[in-house]
């Protein structure tokens, strides 16, 4: 019979009538063995539970019994004690003393760990670091399957738990923390208003993320591409040579192939996680996915809530505003264009693109490129002919896109860095400033608002504290126009980590 579908009798006393009696028992013995002390007498037991109260009139034919039947269920070894027995009498009493089995630690050891979690969410993280480490050890390595191989066969099984415990830390805590933000609990409490204080921290622990993992992930991928399965072969032997090192009663002769089969199925997985197949998607593809869907989904969300806050919001002043502004004009020509600038043209339809081309957001409409939109006949009887093409390698035209877009970036913080006079932005001692440098300061005034120490963390990588004097009001000059509004001044307090 397959072991997986055996029944798990050493599992039966976390479900027994007398569970607590069972459970305090045997988490006893675990912290024994933890501490090294394997053989537990029943009289030393008896002591350390009558010292807890549920245990105060527990009686020690109960205890006897209670350790009879987890022997039963394969949670203890009973090993008779003769080295106290002075008499005939006592020898034939058959003390015992009581060690817990290999499969009962691990059951303890797997409750202690869930008994740390908390509730029933997940938790995990993304950790950037995680992954320099899983690089750093697999160009280790490397480094070793380069030389002649010539350390204690303990030296490589270390290489080989350093880069998989890395692994599975990643796929764990990144694993976690996915279903975490898209578990039923935290969709819910991000369609609240107060989701709105941690939307920065939320997007910009996720966008850091994002950049650290591109930055490493095809390194790794290039590691694990140059460590072919020839090389890995021959560190393979050098682990399953200190396996065979450690003494054993059994036989391991017949293990020998188990043990290379279990590391390639390990390397295998490894690959697979990072690589992918010609059949399957790589799971790093999958994780990058989805952290730029939870980016977008939040952003729909502050979206809704925004739009919800300006609905229930009386415009009844506004409207008032505009009325005096109408009753102001001289002439029915002048109403015409205040009309045009309130409302925006009556009578012509309003186009927009299907696609997005850039993801700047300051980026104006009559900036972009135009686009040739085929049109359709409105027929259920239309087809689109379809004709086998050919994959295009838009390689050159990515790296120019880069190029381009780092450039802008690289001209645009030109522009901001003018501005600043000894660490400081004072709006009320600038000239003129290119409408660009105006939406920039604006939207740290905005992200400010949202955060509680007025701190902003920028597209630059630099932290900024924005104070505002709502006690003086200023004229902000533009190229564009000109913005009363009240003076803010902004202090630089340095880099906060990677740029976007």
């Known amino acids: ?34 501490r090294m002390r394997d053989f537990i007498s029943p009289e030393e037991l008896l002591d350390y539970l009558r010292t807890i109260p549920m245990f105060g009139d527990y009686q020690e034919e109960q205890l006897h019994q209670q350790l009879a039947q987890l022997v039963k269920w394969n949670n203890l070894i009973a090993r008779q004690d003769m080295t106290n027995a002075k008499t005939v009498e006592e020898y034939k009493k058959k003390r015992f003393r009581y060690q817990s089995t290999p499969y009962t630690i691990e059951i303890e050891r797997m409750l202690i760990v869930l008994e740390k979690k908390v509730g029933d969410t997940f938790q995990g993280s993304l950790e950037r670091s995680q992954f320099d480490r899983l690089l750093q050890s697999l160009a280790n390595l490397q480094k070793e399957l380069t030389g002649d191989l010539s350390k204690k066969p303990e030296e490589y099984l270390r290489i080989w738990e350093d880069v998989f415990r890395y ?10 923390y996915i279903a975490y933000i898209n578990s039923e609990q935290t969709d819910q409490r991000m369609q609240t208003e107060a989701f709105l204080v941690y939307k920065n921290q939320f997007t910009t622990y996720l966008r850091d993320f994002i950049v650290s993992l591109q930055n490493t992930a095809l390194q790794i991928r290039e590691r694990l591409d140059e460590l072919t ?40 997985s490894l690959r697979q996680w990072f690589l992918g197949s ?88 009559w900036e972009e490129d135009p686009v040739l939109l085929p049109l359709k006949p409105r027929t259920n009887r239309y ?43 004072r709006l009320s001692t600038l000239a003129t400033v290119e409408p660009f440098v105006r939406k920039v300061l604006l939207s740290w005034i905005g992200k400010s608002m949202a955060s509680k120490d007025g701190r902003v963390k920028t597209d630059y990588g630099m932290i900024v504290k924005v104070s505002i004097d709502r006690e003086k009001s200023i004229h902000l000059h533009a190229e564009d126009g000109t913005l009363r509004m009240p003076d803010a001044l902004f202090t630089f307090e340095g880099e906060g980590g990677s740029g976007a």
Request: glycine fraction near 2%.
């Open 1 to 34: 019979m397959d072991v997986t579908m055996k029944k798990v009798v050493e599992a039966s006393y976390l479900t027994a009538d007398s569970a607590a009696h069972y459970r305090t028992i045997l988490r006893y013995f675990y912290h024994q063995h933890e």
């Open 167 to 176: 692994f599975q830390t990643i796929r764990t805590s990144t694993a976690d």
């Open 229 to 268: 399965l020839d090389k890995m072969s021959v560190f393979f032997e050098k682990l399953i040579e200190h396996r065979q090192s450690i003494p054993r009663l059994e036989d391991v002769r017949s293990s020998v192939e188990e043990w290379r089969m279990e590391y390639l199925e390990y390397w295998d």
């Open 278 to 365: 010609s059949l399957q998607q790589s799971e790093l593809d999958v994780l990058q996915w989805q952290t730029n869907e939870m980016i977008r989904r939040m952003t729909r969300y502050v979206q809704r809530i925004g739009e919800r806050q300006q609905h229930f919001r009386s415009r009844k002043n506004d409207y008032l505003h505009l009325a005096k502004w109408f009753v102001s004009t001289d002439t029915i020509a002048e109403a015409h264009k205040l009309s045009s600038v309130v409302f925006g043209a009556m009578t012509i339809k309003h186009l927009q693109r299907e696609e997005v081309s850039t993801d700047n957001i300051h980026s104006e409409t």
């Open 383 to 425: 087809r689109e002919r379809t004709k086998p093409g050919s994959m295009v390698s838009n390689t050159e035209r990515k790296r120019q896109q880069r190029e381009q877009y780092l450039a802008e970036r690289k001209q645009e913080r030109l522009l901001i860095e003018r501005h600043i006079d000894e660490g400081v932005i």
